[in-house]
């Protein structure tokens, strides 16, 4: 059987690269982790840590423990909370994390319903990119997140030592968005190689490394004009004259004064929009939050906007 004790010890570890700092964490001496970690590698009958000169690295597994260590953590945590809600008059809660866009376009209406169906609900968001909304999830702090991942697989899949679980919620196709007197504003449909002299404006810092690969398939190295971090910026740039950008549909900002958005062709990249959760937990609130936002995307328009 697994030491718990020695296990919060080595996530520790693992957490800060080093015995030292992890006693300082724990309040306990360097020599006394070092002690709790050999004594579950000798319970295990493996390594779980490699000292190096530059602190202290998992081993395999090392890395399988402290996945295990984490999901039994935000079990625990999400334990008390359900008692706490069991044993309590206190309000019911639920706490979500979205990224930006999906909060802007997604969210509003699904907790517009939600809080009409549960008024007594007290409600919670974190605005989150996926990277940092995931571990919310599961480590308990959030009940949800609304999450996003370009070409490939999801960021989370069935089976994996996450823990988590992702539902897909809607494809988010890319668009072109240009300045309104472009020559290409009045096309119907663009392609990739067809844009290879423009300059671009990127409204997401993972959308320049897309882009990158779409345009070497095409033929040609793209010229950034702006690396941003928010597509909303990004397409007043474009109205500015600065360059053209790529959007997802999602992220299309609905002042279109000036600017002209077109679809574009395939092979192209595209956006694709999930809800993660924990299963396992008791989460009806959750739940009723889950089949609010289908509700919404079932009711978002498929035209062209």
Request: some cysteine; overall charge negative; charged content about 20%.
């Amino acid at each position: 059987m697994i030491d718990v004790r020695r296990l919060a010890v080595l996530r520790e570890v693992a957490r800060l690269g080093s015995f030292n700092q992890a006693a300082t964490s724990l309040r306990l001496t360097p020599s006394a982790v070092s002690q709790q970690i050999s004594a579950l590698e000798r319970s295990l009958g493996t390594p779980v840590v490699r000292r190096t000169t530059r602190g202290v690295d998992l081993t395999e597994a090392g890395r399988v423990l402290v996945g295990a260590g984490d999901a039994i953590t935000a079990e625990l945590a999400n334990a008390e909370r359900e008692i706490a809600r069991l044993t309590s008059s206190h309000t019911e809660s639920l706490t979500v994390a979205t990224f930006t866009s999906g909060g802007q376009r997604l969210l509003p209406a699904a907790l517009t319903r939600f809080n009409t169906e549960r008024p007594a609900v007290d409600l919670t968001v974190f605005e989150k990119e996926p990277a940092d909304s995931l571990p919310l999830v599961r480590n308990g702090d959030a009940d949800l997140a609304i999450a996003y991942h370009f070409d490939g697989p999801p960021p989370v899949r069935p089976g994996d030592r996450t823990g988590l679980a992702w539902t897909p919620l809607l494809d988010d196709p890319m668009w072109i968005v240009l300045p309104a007197g472009h020559p290409f504003a009045g096309r119907d449909v663009l392609t990739i190689a067809e844009l290879a002299g423009e300059r671009w404006v990127h409204g997401c810092l993972s959308i320049d490394e897309l882009l990158a690969h779409y345009a070497a398939m095409a033929g040609f190295e793209p010229r950034t004009a702006c690396r941003g971090s928010d597509y909303i910026f990004a397409q007043s740039l474009v109205r500015a004259g600065v360059g053209i950008s790529m959007i997802p549909q999602v992220a299309l900002t609905a002042d279109q004064g000036g600017l002209a958005m077109v679809p574009l062709a395939a092979p192209c990249p595209s956006r694709f929009i999930g809800i993660v959760t924990a299963p396992g937990r008791h989460r009806p609130l959750a739940d009723a939050l889950i089949q609010a936002l289908h509700d919404t995307v079932d009711a978002l328009p498929v035209a062209r906007p």
